[in-house]
C-alpha cells in the first residue's frame, strides 16, 4: 500500500490497529480500566518501610521526546578499585494492584507497542508519564537493584530491595553521547547538578568495563537497523536511522547487569520467574 495525501496517519493507525487485533492484543483500553484510572488521584504517597535513597545523584537518559521514565542510575567508587552500580526501575505495582482491570491489560499485552504512527501503551499515560514515572525532581517509589562490579567487569555481589529516589537529571542520549566522546559540551541539565559530570563518567567506565567482560565470556552483540518515520503534519516525509551510541551503550550494559542479578537473586530464593534467554 502507498497511502498518499493528508491520509498518511490515518491508515497507519487503522493497519496498527487491526494488527494488533490480529495478534490477540488490546489495542484500546476498556471502561473498567477507565473507571479505575478516574479513582487514581495523586502518586503513591506511603512508600512504607524503604530505604531514603533521595540524596543520591540519580539521572535518567533516555530519547530526546520521552515522557515515561522507567530507570534511573547512580554508581559509587568502591575502595579496592570496585564500583556500586545502582539502577532504580519504577515501581508500578505501588499504583497498580495484582488483578486489577489496569494490571489485567497490562499482562494481555504485556509491553507497549510501537507503530510507525501511534503508540499503543501498556498502561494508561496518567500512569506511565505521571503518577509512576520517575520525574524529574519528584520523590518516587522504585525498586533498586544494586550491583558491585570489580575492576575486571565481574558482578560480585548484588542487592533488590525497594527505595524511595528522586530524579536529579533528565538526559537525552544524543547529547550525553557527544559529550562522553568529546564532541561537544555537557548539556546543561548535566552541568547543573554538582559530581554528575563526575558520577557519569564513573558509569561509562564501567559499563565498559561489563560489557568487555561479557565478551570475553563469549556474549554476542547484534546491530539491528531502527527506523523512525518523521511526520510533516499527517504525511511521512522521511525516515531517521536510530544509531548506537555511547550513552545507550551504558545504559544498556547497566540494564543487562541488573536483569542478571535480578535473575540470580530470584534463583538464589527458589522463586519461580519467566526468563528470556
Known amino acids: ?118 503508540i499503543f501503551p501498556m498502561l494508561p499515560e496518567k500512569l506511565s508519564t505521571d503518577l509512576t514515572s520517575l520525574n524529574l525532581h519528584e520523590d518516587r517509589p522504585a525498586v533498586v537493584c544494586e550491583m558491585e562490579i570489580g575492576p575486571g567487569g565481574a558482578l560480585l555481589a548484588a542487592d533488590v530491595y525497594n527505595a524511595r529516589v528522586n530524579n536529579c537529571a533528565k538526559l537525552a542520549y544524543n547529547s550525553v553521547a557527544m559529550w562522553l566522546d568529546g564532541k561537544e559540551n555537557a548539556p546543561p541539565a548535566l552541568s547543573s547538578v554538582k559530581g554528575l559530570e563526575q558520577n557519569l563518567r564513573l558509569q561509562d567506565r564501567t559499563a565498559q568495563t561489563m560489557k568487555n567482560f561479557r565478551r570475553s565470556r563469549g556474549a554476542l552483540g547484534f546491530e539491528t537497523v531502527e527506523a523512525r518515520p518523521v511526520f510533516d503534519g499527517n504525511e511521512i516525509s522521511d525516515l531517521e536511522i536510530e544509531r548506537r551510541n555511547r550513552a545507550k551503550t551504558l545504559i544498556e550494559e547497566l540494564m543487562i547487569g541488573a536483569n542478571i542479578a535480578v535473575a540470580d537473586y530470584l534463583a538464589g530464593r527458589r522463586f519461580p520467574f519467566l526468563r528470556r534467554v
Open 1 to 118: 500500500m502507498n497511502p498518499a495525501g493528508p491520509e498518511h496517519r490515518s491508515i497507519l493507525r487503522e493497519i496498527a490497529r487491526r494488527s494488533m487485533i490480529e495478534k490477540g492484543l488490546l489495542p484500546d483500553f476498556s471502561p473498567e480500566v477507565t473507571a479505575e484510572l478516574s479513582a487514581i488521584k495523586t502518586h503513591a504517597a506511603n512508600y512504607g518501610e524503604v530505604r531514603d535513597l533521595t540524596e543520591m545523584p540519580w539521572a535518567s537518559i533516555d530519547n530526546d521526546d520521552t515522557r515515561d521514565i522507567d530507570q534511573l542510575t547512580v554508581a559509587q567508587q568502591m575502595s579496592g578499585g570496585s564500583v556500586k552500580i545502582f539502577v532504580a526501575v519504577a515501581d508500578v505495582d505501588s499504583m497498580v494492584k495484582n488483578g486489577s482491570a489496569i494490571d489485567d491489560h497490562a499482562c494481555r499485552n504485556a509491553t507497549s507497542v510501537y507503530t510507525a504512527a501511534q
